[in-house]
T-cell receptor
């Protein structure tokens, strides 16, 4: 158990819908990273927040957005969902900002878009 | 941006033998190289990492080596056991991108 929690575990929704994925980092960690894992694209970095502020963006679509709240939990919002958005979404937490430090992954949310 | 290549995509070894997985990276500014183990349907689990100021790091049966000049790093698992069967990912970080850039993964199969 990494200490990072994610909800829900599974999510099934229809094309065009909007969903919110939630992540709570390990106690004391200020950074939250979001990753998407799919069979064709592998593990891809989406976005990072540090202590409530957006710090870095990766391959995140404009239909996706995220935020980090004062209690440091983070939410990833996915809208206008397409079949190709079906994937495992992981968050990872780290005590520091910048990708030169250990990142600990949560259990993931499996999103299925039908 | 950073690009990480990982080989082989599948590796089958006899229980007790050693396994080696290799990765190359493109961004010479990358300075952090973690390895993750992912079992089916589970989260990636950090198993070992190395920074660019170190050439080798060992933790019991696993070791990682880094050649900064050639921009490649490798994971070595000795005395493999059935529970080592999983997908292993290498990654690079600390360069231009602020997230980790992952390789495509190696499916390690331990034959009894």
């Amino acid at each position: 158990d990494s200490g990072v929690t994610q909800t829900p575990k599974h999510l099934i929704t229809a094309t065009g819908q909007r969903v919110t994925l939630r992540c709570s980092p390990r106690s004391g960690d200020l950074s939250v990273y979001w990753y998407q894992q799919s069979l064709d694209q592998g593990l891809q970095f989406l976005i990072q927040y540090y202590n409530g502020e957006e710090r870095a963006k990766g391959n995140i679509l404009e239909r996706f957005s995220a935020q980090q709240f004062p209690d440091l939990h983070s939410e990833l919002n996915l809208s206008s969902l397409e079949l190709g958005d079906s994937a495992l979404y992981f968050c990872a937490s780290s005590p520091h900002t910048g990708a030169s430090y250990e990142q600990y992954f949560g259990p993931g949310t499996r999103l299925t878009v039908t | 941006g950073e690009n990480v290549e990982q080989h082989p995509s599948t590796l089958s070894v006899q229980e007790g033998d050693s396994a080696v997985i290799k990765c190359t990276y493109s961004d010479s500014a990358s300075n952090y190289f973690p390895w993750y183990k992912q079992e089916l349907g589970k989260r990636p689990q950090l198993i070992i990492d190395i920074r660019s100021n170190v050439g080798e790091k060992k933790d019991q049966r696993i070791a990682v080596t880094l050649n900064k000049t050639a921009k490649h790093f490798s994971l070595h698992i000795t005395e493999t056991q059935p529970e080592d069967s999983a997908v292993y990912f290498c990654a690079a970080g600390g360069g231009g991108a602020d997230g980790l850039t992952f390789g495509k993964g190696t499916h390690l199969i331990i034959q009894p």
